[in-house]
């Protein structure tokens, strides 16, 4: 199920406390210094989890690696690792600051890739053992109706395509598939646990479609 460009924020108001930044690609170390100086109260991080390695065809460590996750593992990211993510989320909400998650759930890294994220984990086309996840969780020729196995159309009545085809080749996970919801769940479980406040699901610019099912399944 494609969840894509609807932003949506979960937190709770607290008299003025109104102003959210965004810290992207920041080291957790240079977000509590920017936090201290700016007297900010919400705070939106770039995905935490694990990402493929972009070190090719003139792209070298582009900020959209961090949007093509190996697993959920919080190890190591370019921002750190999980001991000072969670230390940095303690820190901040003894502020009163909250923290956000740009959680990526619908998608994992390129499909017909190889090799090993940030945190040394292995994967492959459809194969990503961290999760684990396997050729069995993701949408293909079996629900996605266009040829080439990509959202070839954005417009109303399309919904399906939408839903069940890869955005730019990235392999789409299937969100009917139970296995994937828990491990959807799990992750965002522990990030909660660690005291986030909430999170972004990217699915704004389509609002002809329904994803309540998606949202009622995670949340």
């Known amino acids: 199920m494609r969840t894509i460009s609807w932003s949506i924020w979960i937190w709770r ?12 690609l920041l ?6 210094h920017i936090i201290c100086k700016n007297v900010i109260w919400r705070v939106k991080v770039s995905p935490v989890n694990e990402n493929r390695v972009v070190n090719s065809d003139g792209n070298i460590r582009p900020w959209w690696e961090r949007y093509q996750p190996v697993s959920y593992k919080l190890d190591t990211t370019r921002s750190g690792n999980e001991a000072e993510f969670k230390s940095m989320v303690r820190r901040c909400n003894s502020a009163g600051v909250r923290i956000y998650v ?3 759930i619908n998608h994992m890294c390129g499909a017909g890739g190889t090799g090993v994220g940030t945190g040394g984990s292995s994967y492959g086309h459809l194969h990503y053992p961290a999760v684990p996840y396997s050729s069995l969780d993701f949408n293909g020729a079996h629900n996605c109706p266009t040829a080439s196995g990509n959202i070839e159309s954005y417009a109303p009545g399309h919904e399906e395509e939408i839903r069940n085809c890869r955005l730019v080749s990235l392999s789409d996970l299937n969100q009917d598939n139970g296995w994937v919801d828990k491990k959807i769940v ?13 999170f972004r699901l990217e699915i704004r610019n389509y609002p002809h479609l329904n994803w309540a099912p998606f949202i009622t399944n995670v949340f």
Request: hydrophobic share 40%; glycine share 12%.
């Open 13 to 24: 108001r607290a008299g003025n406390r109104g102003k959210l930044k965004k810290l992207f």
């Open 186 to 198: 799990e992750f965002m479980n522990k990030l909660i646990s660690f005291g986030v406040a909430g």
């Open 27 to 32: 080291s957790k170390s240079h977000r509590r």
């Open 102 to 104: 740009d959680a990526v």
